[in-house]
């Protein structure tokens, strides 16, 4: 008996038949134009009471030991972890908007034990370092967990695995390898026959699955960001909103950043300011913004979720090509993501986001995953910036004189690795030893990205090639795979 069939027989009781579980209702069926008719253009997770108020802007001039700018994950890890590790450090954070209103609020709020896009990225990008990168992963996670419990961050977490769904039988054997070199390296992951994967979540096109049961799960970004903020404070951290970086200089024992009202001198400086332009121009090299677009459903009914199942709430990624991932939120609404875009120079805020025909072809593949949810409507719609590098995983790069280091590069996968990121960060800035700072991870940087207009047109080929390239192939298909043999991760 294969291990699928073992899991499939012992962890499942007397499982409904899927054909007789899809067929207790059926529902209406919206058109995408009447389930988008009252989506609210916004965040799901940002549209909550539990926000708290912003901090004021920063006014006058300030000095400090540690200056951070952006307050995303990346910055808010760096800043309690630079007090916890130096509480006599004077530390400034300054975010241009509000605290996780950027990428952070934004996310799909997936987590696992990767710093990388994955342990398959991780083997392509690093294959001398991969056992010692799982190590940081685990211990990474386990600091995670114990930050927010030491802190009473409630933050919806869940620890119920992640799941990634074949789509097309030809997909079940890269999941069998990725099976097996999971299990290589210890997780607990176990690959199911397409029976078992629908008794798990019941889509018509599931074909398989490759569940991994131990150390991920699911969280509420924005209430993860705001508990870190929360967090910060109480260690002394002196946080300033609506202060957007306007310039900054070298000033040789100093680095000065000015404000639209203020400014701050500093002699360390940690960026976290994901793909936002901060004035070094070496930086918007090595990354680039592309645009996720995400869903959110209305709460779905007792009766509603008992048509798809999902009893174990994993977090879900598909193996499309043009992915998608899908996770539920602690009041049973479905978060759908995917449909990646780019906007010429990284436009930080497409018009395209604020239009409800943009989400269209999200909610056809929501309705073609899942249809026997036909009845049911989106209540938010978003957009969200990715900082994608070549090499899919976070990277520390030293700028101003080694007085500042610039964190980021995690290519959708920053949930949790932002905290690795930030520890690897301040490890370099302040050029402490640390075992992390011996691998390539540490001491590499992603190659450069081509410029605009170069960069526009091939990403707009490349996300073209996405829709469609897995039933159309052709030149489509032989295009993926020659960005990927350029080494940038697909």
């Known amino acids: 008996?294969?291990?699928?069939?073992?899991?499939?027989?012992?962890?499942?009781?007397?499982?409904?038949?899927?054909?007789?579980?899809?067929?207790?209702?059926?529902?209406?069926?919206?058109?995408?134009?009447?389930?988008?008719?009252?989506?609210?253009?916004?965040?799901?997770?940002?549209?909550?009471?539990?926000?708290?108020?912003?901090?004021?802007?920063?006014?006058?001039?300030?000095?400090?030991?540690?200056?951070?700018?952006?307050?995303?994950?990346?910055?808010?890890?760096?800043?309690?972890?630079?007090?916890?590790?130096?509480?006599?450090?004077?530390?400034?954070?300054?975010?241009?908007?509000?605290?996780?209103?950027?990428?952070?609020?934004?996310?799909?709020?997936?987590?696992?034990?990767?710093?990388?896009?994955?342990?398959?990225?991780?083997?392509?990008?690093?294959?001398?370092?991969?056992?010692?990168?799982?190590?940081?992963?685990?211990?990474?996670?386990?600091?995670?967990?114990?930050?927010?419990?030491?802190?009473?961050?409630?933050?919806?977490?869940?620890?119920?695995?992640?799941?990634?769904?074949?789509?097309?039988?030809?997909?079940?054997?890269?999941?069998?390898?990725?099976?097996?070199?999971?299990?290589?390296?210890?997780?607990?992951?176990?690959?199911?026959?397409?029976?078992?994967?629908?008794?798990?979540?019941?889509?018509?096109?599931?074909?398989?699955?490759?569940?991994?049961?131990?150390?991920?799960?699911?969280?509420?970004?924005?209430?993860?960001?705001?508990?870190?903020?929360?967090?910060?404070?109480?260690?002394?951290?002196?946080?300033?909103?609506?202060?957007?970086?306007?310039?900054?200089?070298?000033?040789?024992?100093?680095?000065?950043?000015?404000?639209?009202?203020?400014?701050?001198?500093?002699?360390?400086?940690?960026?976290?300011?994901?793909?936002?332009?901060?004035?070094i121009p070496d930086i918007n090299r090595r990354v680039l913004q592309v645009r996720d677009h995400v869903l959110a459903t209305e709460p779905l009914t007792d009766e509603q979720l008992s048509r798809i199942g999902w009893k174990q709430r994993q977090g879900i990624y598909d193996t499309r090509t043009q992915l998608n991932y899908f996770r539920l939120t602690k009041n049973n609404n479905i978060i759908f993501g995917g449909l990646v875009s780019y906007h010429f120079d990284g436009d930080p805020n497409p018009p395209r986001d604020q239009k409800r025909d943009t989400y269209h072809r999200l909610a056809q593949a929501f309705y073609k995953t899942f249809p026997q949810l036909s009845d049911v409507r989106f209540s938010h719609a978003w957009g969200g910036p990715i900082d994608y590098c070549s090499r899919g995983s976070v990277f520390a790069k030293r700028y101003l004189g080694d007085k500042a280091v610039f964190v980021a590069g995690y290519t959708g996968f920053g949930v949790a690795a932002s905290r690795f990121g930030a520890f690897m960060g301040l490890n370099i800035l302040f050029d402490r030893e640390s075992p992390e700072r011996t691998l390539d991870i540490a001491n590499q940087s992603p190659t450069y990205i081509p410029p605009e207009p170069v960069r526009w047109l091939a990403a707009k080929v490349t996300f073209h090639a996405f829709d469609g390239a897995d039933a159309e192939g052709g030149w489509k298909r032989a295009w993926i795979k020659g960005i990927k043999a350029m080494g940038f991760p697909m």
């Open 1 to 279: 008996m294969n291990e699928s069939a073992q899991f499939f027989e012992a962890d499942i009781a007397a499982p409904t038949p899927v054909s007789s579980r899809a067929a207790r209702r059926v529902p209406v069926k919206l058109s995408v134009e009447e389930a988008l008719a009252r989506t609210k253009l916004f965040p799901y997770w940002l549209d909550n009471p539990a926000e708290p108020p912003a901090e004021p802007a920063l006014v006058g001039d300030t000095r400090a030991d540690l200056l951070i700018v952006g307050g995303g994950f990346t910055g808010l890890w760096a800043a309690v972890q630079a007090k916890e590790q130096m509480p006599a450090l004077d530390v400034v954070l300054i975010e241009a908007g509000r605290v996780a209103h950027g990428a952070s609020g934004r996310a799909g709020g997936i987590i696992s034990t990767s710093v990388m896009h994955g342990l398959p990225n991780a083997v392509r990008v690093f294959p001398d370092d991969i056992a010692e990168l799982e190590a940081f992963g685990q211990r990474n996670l386990d600091g995670f967990e114990d930050t927010l419990k030491r802190y009473g961050i409630d933050a919806d977490i869940e620890w119920n695995g992640e799941m990634t769904v074949a789509v097309d039988p030809e997909h079940i054997e890269h999941l069998r390898a990725d099976h097996d070199l999971h299990k290589s390296y210890g997780h607990d992951v176990v690959l199911l026959d397409a029976a078992a994967t629908r008794e798990q979540l019941d889509s018509p096109l599931f074909a398989g699955a490759l569940w991994s049961r131990n150390r991920s799960g699911i969280v509420h970004p924005a209430k993860l960001a705001w508990g870190l903020k929360r967090a910060a404070l109480a260690l002394g951290v002196r946080l300033y909103e609506h202060s957007p970086l306007t310039s900054v200089g070298d000033e040789g024992e100093t680095v000065f950043v000015k404000t639209p009202e203020g400014s701050v001198r500093a002699p360390r400086v940690v960026f976290g300011s994901g793909t936002a332009k901060v004035g």
